[in-house]
C-alpha cells in the first residue's frame, strides 16, 4: 500500500502523472475558493466546504508524510508548515469566526513546490518546456502577491483605507509597482514595514519576470563538464568550458 502511494506521488506512469494533475486543480480550487469567500459571512454551506477542502488536505498531508524517508525533515519544509496553518484555520473557523479565514489564501505558497508536476510538464507539454522560466516567473510573483496581501488584510487594524479584501489587493499591487497613489497608506510601524518588504521583494520578483519574457530563450540541460544547466537552443558546446552537448531537440517542422 505504501509503495502504491509513493508511486502516486513520485512515479512516471499516466497515473501517477493524472492523479498529481488532479492535486494542483484542488490547489486552484481551492485558492480560488479562499478568494471569493474571503470576506463572507461563515454560513453553512461555506462551512461545509471549507470541511470537505480540509478534508482533503488532511489526507494529502497524511500521505507526504507516510511515504516521506526522513518525517522530521518533511514536517520542517515550508510548503508543509503552511498547509498545517491553512488546515488549523478551517477547522478552528466553527469557533473562532471569521478571524482566521484569511490565513487560507497563504495555501497559493504551495504551488510554488510542486516540484514533480514541473517534471511532467516538461516531458508533457512543449509551451511549458519552450517557456518555463516565464511561466515560473509568473506563478511565483502571483503567488507572492496573494500572500502579501492576506498579509495586508490580517494586519490591517488601524491602517486607512483597507476595509476590504480587494483593497487589500490594491495596495499591494500599488506598493509593488511602486506606483503609490496614496490614497491607502500604512500609518504603523509594523505596516510600513510590510509596505517595504513588498516593495523589496515584490520588484525583485517583477524584474525576474521582465527578464524571462525579453531575454533570449535557453534550454535546460545539465553540462556534462562543469554542471552548467542553459544553454542556446541550437549549442553543440558547451559557452563556459567547451564540452560537448547532447541537447534533445523537437525535430524539424
Known amino acids: ?6 508511486l502516486l ?6 497515473r501517477a502523472t493524472r492523479f498529481r494533475y488532479g492535486l494542483l486543480i484542488f490547489d486552484a480550487v481551492s485558492i480560488l475558493f479562499f478568494l471569493a469567500t474571503a470576506t463572507l459571512p461563515l454560513t453553512p454551506w461555506v462551512l461545509a466546504a471549507d470541511a470537505v477542502i480540509a478534508l482533503v488536505i488532511l489526507l494529502d498531508l497524511l500521505a507526504r508524510l507516510w511515504i516521506a524517508p526522513n518525517r522530521l525533515r518533511h514536517l520542517r519544509q515550508f510548503y508543509v508548515l503552511v498547509d498545517i496553518l491553512v488546515l488549523l484555520s478551517l477547522l478552528a473557523a466553527p469557533f473562532l469566526g471569521q478571524g482566521l479565514t ?13 516540484y514533480h508536476l514541473l517534471r511532467d510538464l516538461r516531458r508533457d ?6 517557456h518555463e522560466d516565464t511561466v515560473i516567473s509568473a506563478v511565483n510573483l502571483l503567488v507572492f502577491i496573494f500572500a502579501m496581501t492576506a498579509l495586508v488584510f490580517v494586519l490591517r487594524g488601524q491602517e486607512t483605507g483597507l476595509g476590504s479584501y480587494v483593497d487589500a489587493l490594491y495596495f499591494t499591487v500599488a506598493t509593488l509597482t511602486t506606483t503609490g497613489f496614496g490614497d491607502i497608506t500604512m500609518t504603523t510601524p509594523p505596516g510600513r514595514l510590510l ?10 520578483l517583477f524584474l525576474r519576470l521582465a527578464r524571462a519574457i525579453f531575454s533570449p530563450a535557453k534550454v535546460r540541460y545539465k553540462c556534462p ?10 549549442a553543440i558546446h558547451c ?12 525535430g524539424a517542422d
Request: aromatic share 4%; net charge positive; with cysteine.
Open 225 to 234: 563538464g562543469c554542471g552548467l544547466l542553459k544553454h542556446d537552443p541550437d
Open 9 to 14: 506521488y513520485e512515479g512516471r506512469s499516466k
Open 195 to 204: 509596505a517595504v518588504v513588498i516593495m523589496v521583494v515584490g520588484v525583485g
Open 1 to 6: 500500500m505504501k509503495d502504491r502511494i509513493r
Open 239 to 250: 559557452k563556459h568550458c567547451g564540452a560537448e552537448l547532447k541537447i534533445e531537440t523537437e
Open 102 to 114: 484569511i490565513l487560507r489564501l497563504l495555501r497559493a505558497l504551495r504551488l510554488v513546490h510542486s
Open 125 to 130: 507539454s512543449l509551451l511549458f518546456r519552450q
